[in-house]
Structures are given as structure tokens and as C-alpha cells.
């Protein structure tokens, strides 16, 4: 079964889950395609329900300019 990352678009800073196994992802909110090897990644998880949940988490943690688990 396919994992799913959760990683930040390097151009407008959207957090976005998409399955693990991509090279490159086309960005949902901006449509720039970028290199998952150089984004900035916060996990992998087993399902797309999983990693939706940490993507709310993440954006509703946003402060400063940064991302951060609580
Ligand atoms: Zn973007």
C-alpha cells in the first residue's frame, strides 16, 4: 500500500500530503513544480486520512513563518 508524504511547497509554503513514492509534485495552491529530494518534508504516513490531519495540524500551528508539532 502507498504511503503518503507530507512535505511544504518551496515557493508559496503550502503544506500539502501526496503519495510517497513522487519525484516531483505540482504544487495544489501555486502549480510549481518542485523536487520532493529538496522540499521540506515533515513525514511520511500510512494513509491519506493520517496525513491530512497533520497537514491541518501543521497550518493550524503556523506561527512565524514556521511550522512546528505541539
Ligand atoms: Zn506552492
Do not use: W
Not at 520532493?36 to 497533520?54: P, Q, T
Amino acid at each position: 500500500m502507498n504511503k503518503f508524504l507530507v512535505a511544504q511547497c518551496p515557493r508559496c509554503g503550502e503544506i500539502q500530503a501526496f503519495y510517497s513514492t513522487y519525484k516531483m509534485k505540482l504544487c495544489n495552491r501555486c502549480g510549481t513544480k518542485f523536487s520532493i529530494d529538496k522540499c521540506k518534508k515533515f513525514g511520511i504516513y500510512e494513509n491519506h486520512k493520517l496525513a491530512s490531519e497533520i497537514v491541518k495540524k501543521l497550518k493550524y500551528t503556523y506561527k512565524d513563518g514556521q511550522y512546528s508539532y505541539s
